[in-house]
């Protein structure tokens, strides 16, 4: 062992209590790092798989991200022509060539493709009106391209395919209407046309949004519905490599001109949301860390104080200042490693303890809480650690380091 | 010429609104294998003296020379390396560290100079000890020791690299007359196995134990007087 790293021992074992509350203070620090970002973690990372799994991967629109070309702009290319107050056409919205665009989407090697069609409704139950937004599907195409069957909780959705007047909905939806599977609800469209609809399935995504204000139903009755015969305006597309989603996006946007939006996109505002939450749980947590170290500046600036002297005798009997400087980071080191070893001990035991416990509000009354424990977790934790106990032990090492021996001998004698 | 120790025109000035002289032009040269012993009034100079032959302070004029070669010009770590590898420091306090043995005291300034194995360290400092007549007190820490058992303590870990020099800072002035002059005598004692012992001290009476004598006065040496 080297002489600083046994002084800096002999030291902290000088100051027991007081090093034990430095050693918890990290200790908590690192634990409360492990167990509230793997929580958030856990939590992101079901939320995205419920968002991916039940949503489809790519979905194409009838939108068009930029406004056709102006055909004086065309005749000049290159040249400055400003075209204003443009009067455009009232176009036909829908996807023109729906079926060769989902016959070429589906030869695609890990692409299926579904057609629907989206459109407002009106849900009308004991005098209330809900408007939800209704998507008209292909159950079996559809079932290719989402998971939807799966949080499907009373009825099916394959049903929508033997009952044209079918309809499945939320589980959020139909509490608040007080519907139940087998009930009809009156319906109203922006088309004029009114009918009623009986509901043959109730699913739970666990996404607010969707569950609260989505309907769906077959999509012969919602072209009907919606006055929009054989029109389609949405394509949903699922891939066998979800990673490949900007790709095929990109490719079937250059390819039919169409808005192709893929899931990153799609959910973009909760990805955003995502980013600021981590940036609010590492903030705070790792400030845990960083306070720990104003622990650890304590315990060290009290031992240089309080053993002034024995630095000077090192100094004079030949210890350079490296070594004082050693000393003393070895102390910060020591308590940083000890309380590192022991939040990881608790963080481990907290995020044990938390996976036990029941999920809020999750369909599954077996589900608990998805805590997420990853090497790069602890890594990071131990890394932001052992950086504040480091820095909080460098500006005492250094006022140690820049003792005159000379001046506390003369002051000694 | 083979002086282990010299000085030329050696001084040290305190800055300030008021500069302080501490030591005044000193020329003074130091054999092997010699006892000299510096004294003075207080406040005449004789620790700053000996602080700047020992390289723990820099001389404000003049030059100290180890074995013929200039020191001023030496930055921190070299001095500190001399330090560490020619000179033996004894204060008036001990200064041991307190949370470690005798044994373990001692063998500081050895581990910081990394030349021997552990064991080899050990023995040295058992050594030590057993000639200082402290080896029964090895495993105890310093505040289970005496004051004049601490200052030999002190005494053995300034030999431990075996320097050639021992510089001792009134060495006995915190002890009873028996230890003080168990001490002085162990001073003496190191001279005659040939180092070069430098020993300031206001009690004339250990004073004349000594071959050579400094007598020093508002930093100015008055009296450099040997005897047979």
């Known amino acids: 062992m080297t002489l600083p790293l046994t002084i800096a021992i002999a030291h902290l074992l000088s100051r027991r209590r007081q090093t034990l509350v430095s050693v918890l203070g990290v200790a908590l620090g690192v634990g409360v790092f492990i167990a509230v970002t793997g929580l958030m973690a856990g939590f992101q990372t079901y939320f995205r798989t419920q968002l991916i799994e039940s949503n489809p991967h790519v979905v194409i629109t009838d939108e068009v991200r930029r406004p056709a070309p102006q055909p004086l702009a065309m005749l000049h290319p290159g040249a400055a022509v400003a075209v204003s107050r443009i009067l455009p056409r009232d176009p036909v919205r829908g996807i023109a060539n729906a079926a060769e665009i989902l016959a070429a989407l589906s030869a695609m090697e890990g692409v299926a493709a579904a057609p629907t069609l989206r459109g407002q409704m009106l849900l009308r139950r004991a005098g209330r009106d809900y408007a939800v937004s209704a998507i008209g599907i292909d159950p079996e195409q559809e079932m290719r391209v989402t998971t939807l069957q799966k949080d499907v909780k009373e009825g099916s959705l394959e049903a929508l395919g033997t009952r044209s007047d079918g309809n499945v909905l939320g589980r959020a939806l139909a509490e608040k209407m007080g519907a139940a599977l087998g009930d009809t609800v009156a319906v109203a469209t922006s088309a004029g046309g009114e009918s009623a609809l009986r509901i043959v399935g109730i699913f739970r995504t666990g996404v607010e949004q969707q569950d609260n204000s989505q309907v769906y139903v077959s999509l012969n009755r919602q072209q009907s519905m919606q006055g929009r015969p054989r029109v389609v305006n949405e394509i949903h597309i699922r891939l066998a490599d979800i990673a490949r989603s900007r790709e095929v996006a990109a490719i079937a946007e250059g390819r039919w001109g169409y808005k192709a939006a893929p899931w990153e996109e799609t959910f973009s505002r909760i990805l955003e949301v995502f980013v600021l939450q981590n940036i609010i749980i590492y903030g705070s947590t790792g400030s845990i860390l960083l306070v720990a170290g104003f622990g650890i500046f304590n315990i060290i600036s009290t031992v240089v104080s309080e053993k002034a002297r024995d630095i000077a005798i090192m100094r004079s009997i030949g210890m350079p200042r490296g070594s004082v400087v050693a000393t003393f980071i070895a102390e910060g080191i020591a308590v940083g490693l000890m309380g590192v070893a022991a939040g990881w001990l608790a963080g481990w035991a907290g995020a044990s303890f938390m996976e036990t416990l029941p999920a809020p509000g999750a369909s599954d009354p077996t589900q608990t809480l998805t805590v997420q424990q990853t090497a790069f977790t602890y890594g990071l934790a131990a890394g932001i650690a052992m950086l504040s106990a480091i820095g909080a032990a460098w500006i005492p090492a250094r006022k140690a380091a820049r003792t005159d021996p000379l001046a506390i001998i003369r002051g000694a004698t | ?228």
């Open chain 2, 1 to 228: 010429m083979n002086d282990v120790l010299r000085t030329e025109a050696l001084g040290r000035v305190l800055p300030g609104a008021v500069p302080v002289t501490l030591v005044d032009g000193i020329s003074v040269a130091f054999e092997p294998a010699s006892f000299t012993v510096v004294t003075g009034p207080s406040g005449s100079g004789k620790s700053s003296l000996l602080y700047l032959l020992g390289l723990l302070d820099l001389p404000t004029s003049g030059e100290v020379f180890l074995d013929g070669q200039p020191t001023s010009g030496l930055d921190d770590a070299a001095r500190t390396r001399m330090r560490l590898a020619a000179f033996g420091f004894v204060f008036q306090f001990h200064f041991l560290l307190p949370e470690f043995t005798v044994l373990d005291n001692v063998m500081l300034p050895m581990r910081q100079l990394g030349q021997l194995s552990r064991p080899a360290m050990r023995a040295r400092a058992m050594a030590l000890l057993e000639q200082l007549d402290m080896a029964d007190q090895a495993n105890k820490r310093p505040d289970g020791l005496s004051g004049g058992q601490r200052q030999r303590t002190a005494v053995a870990r300034a030999l431990a690299n075996d320097p050639p020099l021992v510089l001792a800072d009134e060495p006995t002035g915190a002890l009873d007359t028996k230890n003080a002059a168990a001490v002085f005598a162990i001073l003496v004692d190191l001279a005659q196995q040939g180092r070069t012992v430098i020993a300031v001290t206001h009690d004339e009476g250990l004073a004349q134990t000594a071959r050579r004598r400094i007598h020093l006065v508002d930093g100015r040496v008055v009296r450099d007087e040997a005897q047979g």
